[in-house]
């Protein structure tokens, strides 16, 4: 995976998804004159915006390292590592509207490895706690039903911060962060299990640019509408 | 639905579209390194240095360019080069003698620092004698001209464009430091080697430079190494998945799990010394102060090497850079600081009250004339730091005010130096 020109992708992005959003909320010509006359018929009609969610999903799950990367020619008998187990935290904002915002937070292992140097042992690990904005929506919106498969699949994007973590375990245990900027896309179905909680499988791409980091995640999310207004 | 889709085919034509290109020059030319000149003798050598003008290539290279050779010592043998500098994207060319019996032909490549572009280059050394361009055989009778002409090509052909130089004047013999930052060039302008390593230290005389300055910091057990950012990154090293201070690692964890970005390992400050010293002809190594705090190893390691150039009948100067206060202070702590030449980058009244024989404004404070004359008046030698712009370069050098450069674009450097006429 080649680095990718995270401002113009950010922007950009972000610009898609409001216009998306803005003509999500166009309504057709023929339900705007139903409406219109519904409105006429009816002047006692709710004007007020709302409800208002807050949501927060928590998940779990796999994920794998999925650009390149180097393990020194020095290091004998490698052994790379490429998986890990990622956690998420996300909190939402749903308006009344389809496009939603939020904060993403988590930690996700990106690759890892172990060898010898010289008979002594070595390991290298290193991880990323992403703090990014998310922009999500819902691929239906005013469609179907609650049963359809578009209202419950949502893509999500957000760019941000990666705080990167790496630990060397060699001749003593050196630990490093670095900031970098990045990030990241996901797609995601949720099912209803209840009244406040659904379940949810999100595909996941995060990309932190600066140092070149790249993991696609494959988690199980809860997803609790925790509060409502 | 559909609005959706074209959306995510825009969105994923907008992310292919978005990779950036990878910016890569490789060198097209293997250098043999033969030791000896071979044809190219010390005669050879001196007439082929100089001024010359460019005909075919000018559209290229700049109306003129100026050739310099220089050497690289390798244990008791030697081998030379050809450097070719020119006025135009600050372009060089780095030539070797062929072994070839009929003619003198040199081999090589051209690069331009302000871009990607290289090429391949072979020239002929030619004598026009009485109107008449024949093979130069190593005999230059008077009113001859020296013409070195041949082919060179770009990265998607071999060599078949033509290129003419024609001697037209000595090189200006006035002295001047061109000083190459970051021990010869900068990783980020595709240079061979990169930063702070051996082998830039080996390039930097063919880059133009006459001495370098060199990025000091300790790591965490002590030892001087050469290293110019605050920490490891992918600008400067190959990605191995540590990221920090390069002051958390030791030497040995660096130098098992560290390369830079064209392979080479950081090295210690000691190992550029014994390169400069046992290798090139630099006559002037800047230890610039990256680091805070004690500075007594790097005056040993100063001190060191000075001696060593001296046993060797070598006139190479070493001294200690002081950017910041912090590193006054580290210096002003010194046992024995009167023999410790240092370069000051802070005030005049400073570098005065310091004892220091240098001293080195940055250029954006201009050409401060008054402080200049002032300070060589005094017996001070002044250089100005870190000067990449070539309008500029030229204006400086023209201005005849200062000793020497410091610059990234040392070719550029040697280009306006070596073709002023004085």
């Known amino acids: 995976m080649l680095p990718l020109r995270l401002q113009t992708i950010r922007w950009v992005v972000l610009f898609l998804l409001l216009s998306l959003t803005a003509q999500a909320q166009r309504i057709p010509s023929a339900r705007r004159q139903r409406r219109l006359q519904a409105i006429e018929a009816d002047s006692l009609i709710d004007t007020r915006r709302g409800p208002y969610t807050l949501v927060v999903t928590a998940g779990g799950g796999l994920s794998y390292y999925s650009t390149h990367l180097g393990v020194p020619q020095t290091i004998d008998e490698p052994h790379l590592s490429r998986f890990g187990t990622p956690s998420s935290l996300r909190v939402m904002w749903y308006p009344d509207h389809r496009l939603r915002v939020g904060l993403e937070t988590g930690w996700t292992t990106m690759y890892s490895y172990r060898g010898k140097v010289a008979g002594d042992n070595t390991h290298v690990y290193v991880s990323a706690v992403p703090i990014l904005v998310v922009f999500s929506m819902p691929l239906g919106w005013l469609t179907g039903t609650d049963r359809s498969v578009a209202r419950r699949m949502a893509i999500t994007a957000g760019t941000g911060l990666y705080v990167n973590h790496s630990r060397l375990d060699y001749q003593g245990t050196v630990m490093s962060n670095t900031n970098s900027l990045g990030w990241m896309a996901a797609a995601s179905y949720t099912y209803p299990i209840g009244r406040r909680f659904r379940i949810a499988g999100e595909l996941k791409w995060f990309d932190a640019v600066a140092v070149e980091n790249a993991a696609f995640t494959a988690e199980l999310q809860l997803v609790w509408r925790a509060f409502s207004w | ?422």
């Open chain 2, 1 to 422: 639905m559909k609005p959706i889709i074209y959306s995510l085919l825009a969105l994923l034509l907008l992310v292919s579209l978005s990779c950036r290109k990878t910016y890569e020059a490789p060198v097209p030319y293997d250098f043999t390194n033969l030791p000896g000149s071979g044809q190219f003798g010390t005669a050879v050598r001196s007439v082929t240095e100089g001024v010359y003008t460019v005909s075919n290539g000018a559209s290229e290279f700049g109306d003129q360019v100026a050739l310099k050779w220089t050497y690289l010592h390798n244990g008791a043998d030697t081998s030379y080069y050809l450097s070719v500098f020119t006025g135009k994207d600050a372009a060089y060319f780095n030539l070797e003698g062929t072994p070839q019996t009929d003619s003198l032909v040199l081999g090589g490549y051209w690069r331009k620092l302000v871009n990607d572009q290289i090429g391949l280059v072979q020239l002929t050394l030619r004598v026009k004698h009485q109107g008449k361009l024949q093979l130069y055989k190593g005999k230059l009778a008077s009113g001859d001209t020296m013409v070195i002409d041949g082919l060179y090509g770009d990265k998607n052909s071999s060599l078949s464009h033509p290129i003419t130089f024609t001697y037209n004047r000595p090189l200006n013999p006035r002295p001047f430091s061109i000083m190459a930052h970051r021990s010869g060039g900068r990783t980020s302008d595709l240079l061979p080697a990169s930063e702070n390593s051996v082998e830039i230290i080996k390039l930097a005389s063919r880059l133009g430079a006459t001495g370098i300055e060199v990025d000091v910091r300790y790591t965490k057990d002590g030892v001087p190494i050469l290293y110019h950012d605050n920490t490891l990154n992918l600008r400067l090293i190959q990605k191995n998945g540590l990221t920090g201070p390069v002051e958390n690692y030791t030497y040995q964890q660096l130098s098992t799990f560290v390369r830079l970005i064209n392979g080479e390992k950081i090295p210690t400050l000691e190992e550029a010394m014994e390169t400069v010293v046992n290798n090139t002809a630099l006559n002037f190594v800047w230890l610039d102060t990256k680091y805070i705090g004690p500075m007594d190893k790097v005056q040993a390691i100063q001190q060191k090497y000075r001696q060593k150039a001296l046993q060797m009948g070598r006139d190479l100067r070493i001294i200690i850079g002081l950017p910041s206060t912090e590193a006054v202070d580290s210096y002003k702590a010194l046992a024995n600081k009167e023999n410790t030449p240092i370069l000051c980058e802070l005030d005049t009244a400073l570098t005065r009250s310091l004892g220091a024989r240098i001293w080195a404004p940055r250029w954006t404070l201009g050409p401060q004339t008054a402080e200049v004359q002032a300070m060589k008046a005094d017996g001070l030698t002044v250089f100005v730091w870190t000067l990449d712009e070539p309008e500029f370069i030229r204006e400086f050098i023209g201005q005849n005010q200062f000793d020497g450069i410091l610059s990234n674009y040392s070719p550029v450097v040697a280009f306006y130096h070596y073709t002023e006429q004085p």
